[in-house]
């Protein structure tokens, strides 16, 4: 049985930093791709960040660029997210997924997180 467990949410005035882990356990995490989405009240789950399939390369949403970065411990079957320089609007639940190929779309991963909530103050 496939298990993603999420920790590291919480909350934070803006300017400050989280880093977000994701413990999977039921596969392995070489062979699926790993993302972050986030999903503020109201709204669509967005893709925040990912690996390519083969984890040489990254991928993150614009409004992330340059502030979050996406990680790995292969040997932990776990990866991260870092956040920097948090803005309010950055303020969701947080999720890890896994997909079987290279993919932005929600809706094309498989394995999820239960979710964290990440709360910015201004």
């Known amino acids: 049985q496939v298990q993603l467990v999420e920790s590291g949410g919480g909350s934070v005035q803006a300017g400050g930093s989280l880093r977000l882990s994701c413990a999977a356990s039921?596969?392995?995490?070489?062979?699926?791709?790993l993302g972050w989405f986030r999903q503020a009240p109201g709204l669509d789950r967005d893709f925040v960040a990912r690996?390519?399939?083969?984890?040489?390369?990254?991928y993150y949403a614009d409004s992330v660029k340059g502030r979050f970065t996406i990680s790995r411990d292969n040997a932990k079957n776990t990866w991260y997210l870092r956040m920097n320089s948090l803005k309010p609007e950055d303020t969701a639940v947080y999720y890890c997924?896994?997909?079987?190929?290279?993919?932005?779309?929600?809706?094309?991963?498989?394995?999820w997180g239960q979710g964290t909530q990440v709360t910015v103050s201004a």
């Open positions: 690996f390519s399939k083969s984890g040489a390369s990254t």
């Open positions: 997924a896994a997909a079987r190929y290279g993919t932005n779309l929600p809706n094309e991963y498989g394995y």
């Open positions: 039921g596969l392995s995490v070489r062979e699926y791709v």
